[in-house]
């Protein structure tokens, strides 16, 4: 059992290794019963008091409630990073409560989170407790050590990714099981990506294969992430056609990693050639290929920044980007990620915003807004009786609460002069009649006065 007296409310971060740009991993979101306790201790100058508070709270809270608190504090992007040396005594407190089930995965990461505090000696004792636990159940051995590499990867601790690495190596080398070998390399060559060294994951893939091991579709894609990641984008390339010339297809989740990596070095040229070749290969787009392009285009960016300036339609923003990103943005739209979103029924017209970022969110509305007044001019779509747009409340957001995209529909809405407002019954949903919507949209240049009807015909 972690000692439940040992805390400090400081931990200092290790620095990101260079070029590298980080996951961002999920947060367990905290329950109002967690964000009061956090809330209280926070302001606690003595330890003791913050013991007994967390005692309390263990002894007074579900299930749910106290694991999601201890996972929230684990979390490399907990939004109380100066509390998160509390996980050590609320996991000691929690562990003795009788529906408490012990997991390896929960132990890795606390013996993560000792590394990044530096209190190693705690970390290998708690190591050395569990590997005793486990005994000969190497398939369970195995797990822990996945998930303590994963775990370090997270923190971008490369002492810890090393060092748990080089205990799975050992393991993978004394077993005859395939599935534990496998399992393993799969593990050591993600971490080693994840904290920026995909030329050792490289060499491992290579050592798979000494070994009689085929490399699948996840090491290989795995490779692709890391040297994109790096800025090694020649190394990138050389990676995705060894892909496809070991007979994987590359998928959309692979496209996306490839265009995101280019659109952070500005290479808006390959962005497009790899659209292109998307497209030409039968690949489908997907929200995240919209987020993974438009992030990239800086310009899209700064016009978000002043949305009461946003051009308002599709040609205006084309007019306002520069040749490459206008290019990028014309080769978004001829997908059908729209379509993707958009459920057109003859009772309501929903269209879903989930999972996009600000600048998708954006140019999503422009194609809707477009594509609806086509279709509704032409005459062959019903009037559907009422128009749903989801855009969520803000809950996963990183500002609590507050939903950008609902921000930047409202203010589009409003400036449009367009009949949805605000759902009552769900606050992250804006709703219309559908023939008040079709009516509007169809007339629209009517709702503009005449400078803006001038300005937009320049």
Request: charged letters at 25%; glycine letters at 6%.
């Amino acid at each position: 059992m972690i000692g439940v007296c040992s805390i400090q409310l400081s931990l200092s971060a290790r620095p990101v290794s260079a070029g590298f740009r980080q996951r961002s991993p999920l947060v367990c979101v905290l329950t109002k019963q967690g964000q009061r306790l956090l809330s209280s201790i926070a302001t606690t100058e003595q330890p003791s008091a913050a013991i007994s508070l967390l005692r309390k709270f263990v002894a007074s809270s579900s299930k749910h409630v106290a694991l999601s608190t201890l996972s929230h504090l684990l979390s490399p992007s907990t939004s109380h990073p100066r509390l998160s040396s509390l996980a050590f005594p609320l996991y000691g407190i929690i562990e003795q409560e009788s529906w408490f089930t012990w997991n390896s995965k929960l132990v890795a990461d606390l013996i993560s989170l000792l590394y990044k505090a530096e209190r190693f000696d705690e970390a290998d004792n708690l190591f050395g407790e569990t590997v005793l636990k486990l005994g000969f159940r190497e398939r369970d051995l195995c797990m822990f050590y996945c998930n303590l590499v994963d775990a370090h990867a997270k923190h971008m601790s490369e002492r810890g990714v090393s060092d748990s690495c080089t205990r799975l190596k050992q393991l993978i080398l004394a077993s005859s099981s395939v599935y534990v070998k496998q399992k393993g390399y799969e593990s050591i060559i993600a971490g080693f990506c994840e904290i920026g060294s995909p030329d050792k994951a490289e060499n491992l893939i290579e050592e798979m294969r000494e070994n009689g091991l085929k490399p699948s579709a996840f090491e290989l894609r795995t490779l692709v992430y890391g040297y994109g990641q790096m800025g090694l984008l020649e190394d990138m390339k050389r990676s995705v056609g060894q892909m496809e010339k070991e007979g994987f297809e590359l998928d959309t989740v692979c496209y996306n990693m490839v265009l995101s990596s280019f659109g952070a070095r500005n290479e808006f040229l390959d962005m497009l050639l790899w659209l292109k070749k998307m497209t030409n290969s039968g690949i489908p787009f997907s929200i995240r290929t919209y987020n993974s392009v438009l992030n990239s285009c800086p310009t899209i960016i700064l016009l978000l920044e002043d949305m009461k300036s946003l051009p308002l339609t599709v040609n205006e923003l084309v007019d306002d980007l520069k040749t490459g990103e206008a290019d990028l943005v014309l080769e978004l739209m001829k997908s059908d990620v729209l379509d993707q979103v958009m459920e057109w029924k003859s009772t309501e017209l929903k269209l879903d915003m989930h999972g996009m970022h600000l600048s998708t969110a954006y140019l999503i509305l422009l194609q809707w807004f477009n594509e609806l007044k086509v279709r509704f001019g032409d005459g062959n779509h019903e009037t559907p009786t009422e128009i749903l747009v989801v855009c969520g409340s803000g809950k996963h957001s990183s500002k609590r609460g507050e939903s950008p995209v609902k921000v930047l529909a409202k203010e589009m809405v409003t400036r449009m002069k367009c009949p949805l407002r605000i759902d009552r019954k769900n606050i992250g949903c804006f709703i219309g009649k559908g023939k008040t919507f079709k009516d509007w949209l169809c007339n629209e240049d009517s709702n503009k006065n005449p400078a803006e009807i001038i300005k937009a015909q320049v």
